[in-house]
């Protein structure tokens, strides 16, 4: 099918874009690289009123280090992120977990920070988004405001922006010396979603585990933080059998949830069979285990 | 004369009119078109529709199997979920774009026709152009670095291993050639 009909608007800055949404009022929505957006009005699941392009502001597709932050403005290509020697070298897990978004010719036009505001429960960004702790900036017609990727996603899909905010960046903390990062994921086919997967990073002194962060998709309504996991870890001299019992406790705590729920996440590819939770759980153990295992190695700090 | 007193809004007036025409400028294939088109218009029916390039094709509609892939401003993208006033001002080549002229095919061209690369041949368009840039970002590939590079296009006759095939040999003669 083709796209219901809304009235068009190109955000001149992301200022103008900000006070377009505001105008325009809750049936409004912006457009960015359009690889969620569009295949979703095509199959009309989405019907809004007007949307209000961010597309040419300038000035908004920044890749750059900003302290021990690296921050990824919203119109900073999928394909940009992954193929900057900045993003991989400073915030490994999110290079890592990019290159599995979809296909090259997706990539050239879907936007990082557009993954992680449509918060889809089974995407990359958003979970390596939670596991790095990234900063969200939200902009608005009164003003802007921070909010941590914990407190980012709510729900299926759903975020704590309001509708007329832009999320205009997302900041990323570099990582130091003693940090091993990396993300795992299991998908039924090359460029799919993922069945469930896991991003990482963990810092090592002294033979010891002295920070570890576990995010996992494809379990829950959103991206999940691993606490239990983390906790089994934190401390520890890491050996097979204690990441083995850390995999094991990071699906432990979450409530199994029924097939339609998972349903919801597998968007833009209706036709695709939606693997049950117990599935998932078990594929997602495996991939935190894959993920610890690697980052570990990458810290330095297996033997 | 009466004042009017205008709501002061911080943008100008807006048109929420969905059937208004926004002119965009795009080139395809080196030549330069001036359209007005509506904000949901998708490229893909720029191409085939306004401008009678038929070559680009529309399956899924939903960016999955890339029949629509076209080039824009140099990378492959899916022109069924790209709106034609998102590729304003930029530089579009379909596959009406890639033989050099009328009469000579391009070396991919020429490799998928030699190799059998294709069969119904629907699939054909977005997967020369895939080729292409893959071939461009890596003049030598391997057979796994073909078979995952064209993974983002789908062949509902299911002739891969002939496309990898010729994606292989025109890589060969595009070596020869160069
Ligand atoms: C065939 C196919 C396969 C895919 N596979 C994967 C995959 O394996 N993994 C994956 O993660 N994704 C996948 N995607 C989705 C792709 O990564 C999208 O690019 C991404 O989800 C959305 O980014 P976008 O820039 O295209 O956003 P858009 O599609 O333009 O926007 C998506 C939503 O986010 C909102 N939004 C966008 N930017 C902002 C912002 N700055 N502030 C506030 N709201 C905003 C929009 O209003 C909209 O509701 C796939 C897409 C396709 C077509
Ligand atoms: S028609 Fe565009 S990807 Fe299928
Ligand atoms: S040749 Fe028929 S779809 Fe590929």
Known sequence: MKPPPFSYHRGRTVEHAAELLRELGPSARLLAGGQSLLPMLNLRLAEPAHLVDLGSAPGLDAIRRDGDLLVVGATARQAAVENSADVRSLVPLLAEAVEHVAHPPIRHRGTVVGSIAHASAVAE??????????????????????????DFFTGAFTTSARADEIVAQVAFPVTGPGTGQAWSEFSLRRGNFPVAGAGVSITVADGEIVDVAIAICG????????????????????????????????????????????????????????????????????????????????????? | MTATHEPATGVDEIDTDPAALHPITITVNGTTHRLAVEGRRLLVDVLRQDLRLTGTHTGCDQGVCGVCTVRLDGATVRSCITLAVQADGADVRTIEG??????????????????QGLQCGFCTPGMVLRVQEILEQNPCPTRAQVREGISSNLCR?????????????????????S
């Open chain 2, 157 to 177: 006759c299911t002739g891969y291993q002939f496309i990898v095939d010729a994606a292989v040999e025109a890589a060969e003669r595009m070596a020869e050639g």
């Open chain 1, 125 to 150: 960004l958003p979970c390596a988004a939670l596991a790095l702790d990234a900063q969200l900036t939200l902009l608005s017609a009164d003003g802007v405001r921070t909010v941590g990727a914990e």
């Open chain 1, 219 to 303: 379990v829950s309504d959103r991206p999940v933080r691993a606490r239990a996991a983390e906790a089994a870890l934190l401390g520890s001299r890491p050996d097979p059998e204690t990441v083995a019992a850390a995999a094991a406790a990071s699906v432990a705590e979450l409530t199994p949830r029924g097939a339609g729920d998972l349903a919801a996440h597998i968007l833009p590819v209706v036709a695709a069979p939606v693997p049950a939770w117990g599935y998932r759980a078990s594929v997602a153990k495996s991939q935190v285990r894959r993920a610890v295992t690697t980052a570990l190695t990458r810290a330095g700090g297996v033997r």
């Open chain 2, 98 to 115: 890639v033989a050099p002229d009328t009469r000579t095919l391009h070396p991919v061209q020429q490799a998928f026709w030699e190799k």
